[in-house]
């Protein structure tokens, strides 16, 4: 019962360096995302994927960039890290985008500290 | 103004009480509502869906108010297990789900 795995957990990175948050889904969802949560602001999104293919920019896409590598996998790059970048992300599915159940399958969430 | 407002709380009730959270959103061509569960440290989780006609699921009770645009949720007879933060959730036009910053609740003994 994976449902969706992402990697790693915890981060530490010093401004300006770079890395990739790995996603993965094994329900055969169609739609990926990727959200940040920081105290008292909720969940942004910040891209995502309705299908395979294609990827579309959310509420917060500054300073990252994605690739829907196949249908289960969606990864987020932070291309020169900035402390405003400290947060919790975390990666989401869903059958359909914006499927009308509501249900976003969510992973575990990985935390970045960027000093 | 955000898209969807919630009082931060946090809410500190004793065990078997009753409490609701409201939730308002700033978009009247909002479609769906929900709310989700979200445990300290961990992923949030679909606590239920909120229809028009107002919804129960055990001692959850889910109901939308579209005129003042906002929703609410009442928990019954509180467990220990409830606390956890709130989180309301609106779909948009686009089909993208947009999160409140969550009402945190503690249960106490």
């Known amino acids: 019962n994976a449902g969706v795995t992402q990697t790693p957990k915890f981060q530490v990175l010093k401004t300006g360096q770079s890395m990739t948050l790995q996603c993965a889904q094994d329900?055969?969802?169609?739609?990926m995302y990727w959200y940040r949560q920081d105290p008292g602001m909720g969940l942004r999104l910040i891209y995502y994927?309705?299908?395979?293919?294609?990827?579309d920019k959310g509420e917060v896409p500054n300073g990252y960039n994605v690739s829907r590598l196949n249908k289960r996998e969606f990864s987020l790059r932070l291309e020169s890290a900035a402390p405003s970048q400290t947060s919790v992300y975390f990666c989401?599915?869903?059958?359909?985008?914006?499927?009308?159940?509501?249900?976003?399958?969510f992973g575990e969430g990985s935390r970045l500290t960027v000093l | 103004r955000k898209e969807v407002e919630q009082d931060p709380g946090p809410f500190n009730v004793p065990e078997g009480a009753t409490v609701a959270f409201n939730c308002t959103y700033s978009?009247?061509?909002?479609?769906?509502f929900f709310w989700y569960r979200q445990d300290c440290r961990k992923e949030p989780k679909l606590l239920m869906s909120?229809?028009?006609s107002g919804n129960e699921d055990g001692r959850f009770t889910a109901q939308l108010n579209r005129a003042s645009q906002y929703i609410s949720l009442l928990i019954r007879d509180s467990k220990l297990s409830d606390s956890a933060t709130y989180l309301c959730?609106?779909?948009?036009?686009?089909?993208?789900?947009?999160f409140g910053g969550g009402t945190r609740l503690m249960v106490k003994p």
């Open positions: 959730v609106v779909k948009q036009a686009g089909n993208m789900l947009t």
């Open positions: 329900m055969n969802h169609n739609s």
């Open positions: 978009n009247s061509a909002s479609q769906s």
């Open positions: 989401a599915s869903s059958e359909f985008p914006g499927s009308n159940t509501g249900e976003l399958f």
């Open positions: 994927s309705a299908s395979e293919g294609t990827t």
């Open positions: 909120v229809y028009s």
